[in-house]
């Protein structure tokens, strides 16, 4: 209950403990610490409503700083559950004089805001940047308006803001996002001095930020609008390096005229996995060598071949506490996974045994181990209703990759089905177009045939509608009116800049994931590079330290017996840029 206050357990302890006859929370107490550490946790893992309850049981027995410290998750707590009003009245006695004033401003401010009054909001968020300037606080304030300002189309306000927190917080929390902004309101304004400034400053001082990819790439592209040609190239090269296995990398190759680097990185895991260019430089046409299997490989592979998964994994998680963890293991792990049916695990675990299959070099891993980290399943039914709307198959793949990771009876929270995440009133109208011979029902979503023909037809009316699949993409993820209006307000503009200026980052990131990874489908699954490929699958096998000989590669599989039931998927909640 108290150490693991998350735990369904921690719901059961803290029912009995209820019903025991004891005595009130007194001040000071073992329980009181307890309590107290358990509404922290709470608080800190969003569970407001619980936080709250728990704070409301400690305010009495409270005492010196912690009582101020409940007063203000109290009064937090309703701020985050829609209750601005006692969240203002909550916070109002500390913004005065208080051990926590600066974090009491900020509740004000933004609880103010929340309540209309826009003239206070913004006094108080300047008192607090001004009083309390080197805290915190005064950064989340600035990050916070400037939020405002974007949501309230005052660009050039949102601009000033930012500049004013990455000149103040060069280092904060939201320094990474404010070199963003900052570069690409110069950029989209014609200010390219501006964005090489902002961009390469934070590709320099955050070389491992998700932000690197498009600083240096929109660099590059600055440079290009100011004739500055080898500069331009050197930034290409660099993303293109760094970056060539992804959407970004993609990009800076076309601007090289297909030039790729002239040596490509292949690393070991163990080296540190979010350097940009980590471990040792390998030539082109050098194979990477295979890292150390375990000591009890023999074991494991004698449990793959006769498929008990369960066992293989417990030997591999005896392997990494005895001998210590190893790409060779993680990849096991992963490809176990895989043949399990778990192709998210199985991604997720494969990244980080070869966090550098993004970079040049990463489309040479064994290929069985990219068909972990990329899967596909339902290929002859992707590429039919593909072929029949003159769609991209790869595209497909990826998009079904991204919304159900190949999982055909999977529900989201935001009730959409199946492999292409089709809602109900979707498929309704799409099964009556189609002229499907039986009567619609929501049990159809889940067949994967009718998804991927409904999904497809779908599409294609999106791709037609707006004139091009990037367009589609977002109004599969933000909707048709959105972009309708996105397009309308700059119109004309090169798709690259249309994604990165699409103001929801959820969509933003939705879209380029799917286009980078549809080029990582079409280069493993296509026949030419199946073939060629095929050669590396021994090595495959024995980097992944145990997969069957018997262990087939073919993009049609269907996920064997084993395979878990579906889990449920979370919604996708597109926000403006927060």
């Known amino acids: 209950m108290y150490e693991f206050p998350f735990s369904d357990l921690a719901v059961l302890a803290s029912d009995e403990l209820e019903n025991l006859p004891i005595a009130p929370i007194a001040p000071g107490t073992t329980r009181y610490k307890l309590e107290f550490g358990r509404a922290e946790r709470l608080f800190g893992a969003k569970r407001y409503a619980q936080a709250r309850t728990a704070f409301e049981g400690l305010r009495h027995a409270a005492q010196g700083d912690d009582r101020e410290i409940v007063q203000l998750r109290l009064a937090e707590s309703d701020y985050f559950l829609k209750r601005p009003r006692n969240a203002r009245d909550g916070v109002k006695p500390y913004i005065e004089k208080a051990s926590r004033q600066g974090e009491a401003l900020f509740f004000y401010a933004v609880a103010t805001r929340e309540l209309g009054d826009h003239a206070e909001y913004l006094r108080m968020v300047r008192r607090l940047v001004d009083e309390f300037p080197t805290e915190s606080w005064a950064e989340e304030a600035l990050n916070n308006l400037a939020t405002h300002y974007i949501v ?35 950029y989209r304004n014609g200010r390219y001095a501006d964005t090489i400034r902002a961009f390469e400053s934070g590709a320099a001082h955050f070389p491992r930020s998700d932000f690197r990819p498009p600083w240096l790439y929109w660099s590059a592209r600055a440079h290009d609008a100011l ?37 490509r990185l292949v690393a070991d895991a163990r080296s540190d996995p979010q350097s940009p260019g980590a471990g040792a430089q ?37 392997a990494q506490k005895a001998w210590g963890d190893s790409s060779a293991i993680q990849a096991s792990i992963a490809w176990i996974y895989h043949q399990r049916g778990d192709l998210r695990a199985g991604i997720n675990v494969m990244k980080r045994a070869y966090p550098q299959y993004i970079a040049a070099g990463g489309e040479r891993l064994p290929t069985e181990l990219l068909k972990v980290l990329y899967p596909v399943n339902y290929w002859p039914l992707i590429r039919r209703y593909s072929a029949e709307r003159q769609l991209d198959p790869y595209l497909i793949a990826a998009l079904i990759a991204q919304e159900s990771t190949f ?24 099964a009556k177009m189609l002229g499907m011979p039986r009567r619609f029902s929501i049990s159809m979503l889940t067949t994967a045939e009718t998804n991927i023909r409904m999904g497809t037809a779908y599409f294609a009316d999106l791709v037609k509608q707006f004139g091009g699949s990037h367009y589609a993409l977002a109004t599969y993820n933000a909707g048709p009116n ?97």
């Open 282 to 318: 390998l030539l082109q046409d050098e194979v990477p060598p295979l890292p150390p299997l375990p000591p009890n490989e023999h074991v494991v592979r004698a449990l793959l071949d006769l498929e008990l998964f369960d066992q293989a994994l417990d030997e591999l998680h005896y």
């Open 227 to 263: 004739n500055e040609q080898a500069l331009a190239e050197a930034r290409y090269t660099l993303v293109a390096t760094d970056y060539l296995n992804s959407y970004y990398g993609r990009l800076a190759l076309k601007h090289l005229d297909g030039r790729a680097p002239e040596s």
């Open 407 to 430: 999982t055909a009876d999977v529900k989201s929270a935001a009730n959409a089905y199946g492999l292409m995440q089709i809602l109900p009133s979707t498929g309704r109208q799409y």
């Open 152 to 186: 309230q189309n005052e660009d050039e306000s949102a601009d000033r803001t930012f500049r004013e927190m990455y000149e103040k917080f060069p280092t904060g929390h939201y320094a990474e996002r404010a070199a963003w902004k900052i570069g690409w309101w110069a």
């Open 482 to 578: 959105r972009v309708a209006r996105w397009i309308a307000e700059r119109p004309g503009i090169d798709r690259d800049e249309f994604i990165d200026d699409i103001p929801f980052p959820e969509t933003q990131n939705y879209v380029k994931r799917i286009l980078g990874t549809a080029e990582d489908y079409r280069r493993l699954y296509g026949s030419e590079s199946q073939a060629a490929n095929e050669d590396a699958l021994p090595a495959a096998r024995q980097l992944a330290a145990a997969g069957p000989e018997r262990a087939s590669a073919a993009p049609a599989k269907k996920a064997p017996a084993k395979k878990p039931p579906a889990k449920k998927k979370t919604t996708r909640r597109v926000k403006k840029a927060a």
